[in-house]
């Protein structure tokens, strides 16, 4: 018979629905389960994949095949973390805000995230999409480097999640999802340039980068600024994201997106990435941010950098795009659950103290001082 105090423990475990059963939902699963607090529910459509996540954590599954069966496993529970593909983010947040669920995702979507604002102008709990690393983390990092001035100028904002061991002309290994990535070299990029919010197009602003002697190259992409254009319009002159790579890489895409026209023929890109890319977990994330302005009438600067490599968590390797994006997400919902969050309707990244997200059990993954030799 179980103790009254086990009883009492479990009682107050937070329900919480996992949305994908992919290498991030994996990744989201044992970062929660090692931790605890949460009663924890994998879901997706993919039996075979919910079969070998439930064989490796032991967690209950639930086989999820059309929206009836969606709604079933998001009605009453605390919160769901989705982890499914960005397409599927707004028609998820619609469920959770119409059942009072909290609602985390990791969409670098723009479209998704504005309707995802506009349903949470009524919703009872909280809607916070663009979890993860970029846009997530990032847009923690810049608003801190720029709220740390007096009046900032510029704030520019690099992430690459990157294979250690590059090969072949793309430089580039499968390290995350390829309808993402596809997304983000196609869509219109927000930026902000002389106080003004505008687009640029994708793989434009290549630029040359050099870090702890390592070249690069970085351009823009879209989603990575998150909700910052809206929280930094007319309070900036300069806001901009880009992507790092290694160098070649941005002209190898070009060549596939839009001389060869494959940005119109998504599907059979993603066939062709997917067929001749390998995946792999020897990843690095590199971060460099930097935030340029006045602070007692003298120009200064701001910077974070860190370099991140993966980690093991219960027996198993978490490659470095699952450990940070994990994270993120699972951190955001720490602090949801904690009251250091609204409890209700839009939640952006740049509301959450950079301070407070180090300090979290999950945040702690991109302490500067714990990653850095």
Not at 97 to 113: P, Q
Not at 157 to 175: E, I, K
Not at 301 to 311: D, H, L, P
Request: glycine share 8%.
């Amino acid at each position: 018979m179980p103790s009254n105090k086990s009883q009492a423990q479990a009682a107050a475990l937070r329900p919480v629905v996992i949305l994908g059963a992919g290498q991030i939902g994996q990744a989201i699963a044992l970062k929660l389960l090692h931790a605890g607090g949460y009663d924890l529910l994998l879901a997706d459509r993919n039996l075979a994949s919910l079969q070998r996540m439930h064989d490796l954590t032991g967690l209950p599954i639930a086989h999820v095949q059309d929206a009836a069966a969606m709604e079933a496993v998001i009605a009453g529970r605390y919160a769901v973390l989705n982890a499914l593909p960005f397409h599927q983010a707004v028609a998820v947040a619609t469920l959770c805000a119409r059942h009072g669920v909290h609602y985390f995702d990791l969409t670098e979507d723009v479209a998704s995230t504005h309707a995802i604002e506009a349903l949470a102008r009524q919703a009872r709990s909280v809607l916070m999409p663009q979890c993860g690393l970029a846009p997530g983390f990032i847009g923690i990092v810049g608003n801190d480097l720029a709220g740390r001035l007096d009046a900032a100028q510029s704030l520019r904002l690099r992430v690459g999640a990157l294979p250690r061991y590059p090969q072949g002309s793309l430089r580039y290994s499968l390290t995350w999802s390829t309808e993402g990535l596809i997304n983000e070299y196609c869509k219109p990029c927000e930026v902000i340039a002389q106080g003004r919010r505008s687009t640029v197009p994708a793989l434009d602003g290549l630029e040359p980068l050099l870090i702890d002697g390592v070249e690069y190259e970085a351009f823009h992409t879209s989603g990575g600024l998150g909700t910052l254009p809206q929280t930094w319009e007319g309070r900036i002159e300069q806001l901009d994201y880009k992507t790092i790579r290694y160098p070649g890489h941005r002209a190898a895409m070009r060549l596939l997106l839009t001389e060869l026209r494959l940005s119109e023929r998504r599907e059979l890109l993603k066939e062709l990435l997917e067929g001749a890319i390998a995946s792999t977990q020897q990843d690095v994330i590199v971060i460099l941010a930097s935030a340029m302005g006045q602070r007692a009438g003298r120009l200064v600067q701001e910077s974070y950098a860190a370099r991140i490599t993966g980690t093991r968590l219960r027996g198993q390797t978490l490659s470095a795009i699952q450990h940070t994006t994990a994270a993120s997400i699972c951190t955001a919902l720490d602090l949801v659950r904690e009251g250091r969050l609204p409890q209700a309707g839009f939640v952006g990244q740049e509301q959450i103290a950079l301070a407070e997200f180090l300090s979290n059990r999950f945040g702690s993954a991109y302490d500067v001082q714990a990653v850095q030799p």
